[in-house]
């Protein structure tokens, strides 16, 4: 009876296994974009997976974005910066990032946002990213493309 049951569990996974379709496909994109003052580089690394059991579809996705913004100019230019806030927005997600200064808080060329996640959408790699640049109120808008 052991032996019977056994070969039942076997064929049941058999069967559901059998029935099931996965296509994962690897993602890495990297979106560029510049502007007189900034250049600005988006990067999407990932997996998304596709599961197919009999008629009904089931997506998931796991992957990690980073977005670098690059002063073009001498960083010295930029001594008398209070704020600065960098955002992104795609078609899949978003990002901001918020930073203020004093009189002594030395800056940088180069600033960096990264993010991850599982199970959300991810980016075309046709599409168009907007950063946006926030200079203690002054805003510069960049778009970035894909670099293929």
Do not use: H
Not at 73 to 81: G, I, N, P
Not at 138 to 145: A, D, P, R, S
Request: proline content about 1%.
């Amino acid at each position: 009876m052991k032996k019977l049951s056994g070969i039942l569990i076997l064929i049941m996974l058999l069967i559901l296994t059998g029935c099931t379709k996965q296509k994962v496909t690897k993602v890495s994109y990297t979106y560029k974009g510049e502007n007189d003052l900034w250049t600005a580089e988006y990067k999407v690394n990932g997996t998304k997976t596709i599961t197919e059991k009999k008629d009904k579809g089931q997506y998931s996705s796991e992957y990690n974005n980073t977005l670098t913004v690059t002063y073009k100019k001498d960083v010295s230019e930029l001594a008398s910066m209070k704020s600065l806030e960098i955002s992104y927005k795609s078609s899949a997600t978003g990002g901001k990032s918020n930073q203020s200064f004093d009189d002594n808080t030395p800056k940088q060329k180069a600033y960096t946002i990264k993010t991850s996640s599982t199970g959300s959408a991810i980016e075309r790699e046709d599409e168009i990213i907007k950063v946006d640049i926030n200079i203690d109120g002054k805003i510069q808008t960049i778009e970035l493309k894909n670099a293929k």
